[in-house]
């Protein structure tokens, strides 16, 4: 079962309706402003949980392991929300607004279904995850063998004691804005139920397999759909050069670096946020 809200711009003149898909962690209560900021400017909103966390049904009874089989549960999953949720109801122009996992996501959504939104804004998407001490092609041999093993379901390394409601705003890689760091520790705590942990070696191979689906020569040529990409400049959780790479391979892309952001750029400082709303309304308006 798959949670999903709707919330109206209220506005006899809307602009359309923003397709709002969020990343791993993550979980409606979370883009509360966003959502706002989007009625605000007379869009209507649709979004959900991602299977596996938020208040979507958990996989694994260990609520807080992040396990997906492969990427296109994530697709069927999205297919299914726009067909029975968001098509029978929606106002027209439909786009998405995507971030990290969700526009990862998007992008595979647009490759195969060109005609379903009129255009994406994609915020720090992950089409490369960062450099590591380990080569990565040493990650996805021992991702594989793991899952090949039976160990699908298991915590990778150093996973395990990753718990959100424990964690701390100071280094984190997320946020250099304190009161909406705040924000989202607040509906962790409020709600448990929310919060989603270390990721384990099934979902670590889906999404390097999804990853090498996406850089593949000629898959990113077919995405028609106009794009714009925001990367955050001070991005430690997905790799910014990729991005670049993906953006350029694109036949309708443009991508804007917002210097001094951290990974969510939709929770950092107000002076970030009012940048990126402002690339968000050019775009609108091409």
């Not at 260990?62 to 994530?74: P, S």
């Not at 705590?189 to 090498?212: C, E, H, K």
Request: hydrophobic fraction near 40%.
């Amino acid at each position: 079962s798959i949670r999903y809200g709707i919330w109206r711009s209220d506005s006899g003149n809307g602009r359309g309706s923003v397709i709002l898909l969020n990343g791993r962690r993550e979980f409606l209560e979370k883009y509360n402003e966003t959502i706002g900021d989007l009625n605000y400017k007379k869009f209507d909103v649709y979004s959900f949980d991602w299977r596996g966390q938020g208040m979507s049904e958990r996989l694994l009874p260990d609520r807080l392991k992040g396990h997906i089989k492969n990427y296109d549960q994530y697709l069927q999953d999205l297919g299914d929300f726009i067909n029975q949720i968001v098509k029978p109801n929606a106002a027209r122009p439909i786009v998405f607004l995507a971030h990290s996992m969700g526009a990862h996501i998007a992008l595979r959504f647009m490759h195969d279904h060109p005609t379903v939104v009129s255009r994406a804004v994609l915020v720090a998407p992950l089409i490369d995850i960062m450099p590591s001490p380990y080569p990565k092609w040493m990650i996805e041999i021992l991702s594989r063998l793991a899952v090949s093993a039976g160990f699908a379901k298991a915590y990778v390394p150093g996973a395990k004691h990753k718990n959100p409601l424990r964690s701390t705003f100071e280094r984190n890689p997320l946020t250099s804005d304190p009161e909406r760091y705040r924000v989202e520790r607040k509906a962790l705590a409020d709600n448990p139920d929310l919060a989603l942990g270390g990721l384990t070696f099934g979902w670590l191979a889906a999404t390097l397999q999804s990853i090498s689906l996406l850089r593949q020569t000629g898959y990113a040529e077919r995405i028609k759909t106009p794009v714009l990409i925001v990367a955050a400049g001070k991005d430690r959780v997905v790799c910014a050069g990729a991005m670049k790479s993906v953006c350029s391979r694109m036949p309708d892309c443009r991508l804007k670096v917002i210097e001094g952001a951290l990974h969510e750029i939709l929770m950092e400082t107000d002076p970030i946020r009012q940048k990126f709303w402002h690339e968000f309304d050019r775009f609108m308006k091409y």
